[in-house]
Nanobody, 118 residues
Framework: QVQLVESGGGLVQPGGSLRLSCAAS????????MRWYRQGPGKQRELVAL???????DYVDVVKGRFTISRDNAKNTLYLQMNNLKPEDTAVYYC????????????WGQGTQVTVSS
């Protein structure tokens, strides 16, 4: 089992940058899949980015070229670097971990608010 705590959210102007962090209580070095989701006002939660155990990454089209997901296994931390932020990126961002390919159990953080506004 692992506990996840996000941080790094805040208020930023359009075109600005933020780096979100997700600190895990246990080792994530062997985690099968780690993901960032977001839920904007009045919207359903959506997948933003993922990183596999082997370091492969993928992104939803609307953030490609602007967001970068990474993981520091030594620090048990997942990151989301967000550049050129837009008002439509405003959402609560959640960290998610799936530890094993043979388990459907997902672990979630509590979320961190990102607001992009002038």
């Amino acid at each position: 089992q692992v506990q996840l705590v996000e941080s790094g959210g805040g208020l930023v102007q359009p075109g600005g940058s933020l780096r979100l962090s997700c600190a895990a209580s246990g080792s994530i070095s062997s985690a099968y899949l780690m993901r960032w989701y977001r839920q904007g006002p009045g919207k359903q939660r959506e997948l933003v980015a993922l990183i596999t155990r082997g370091g492969n990454t993928d992104y939803v089209d609307v953030v490609k070229g602007r967001f970068t997901i990474s993981r520091d296994n030594a620090k048990n931390t997942l990151y989301l670097q967000m550049n050129n932020l837009k008002p439509e990126d405003t959402a609560v961002y959640y960290c998610n971990a799936r530890l094993s390919s043979t388990s459907t159990t997902n672990y979630w953080g509590q979320g961190t608010q990102v607001t992009v506004s002038s």
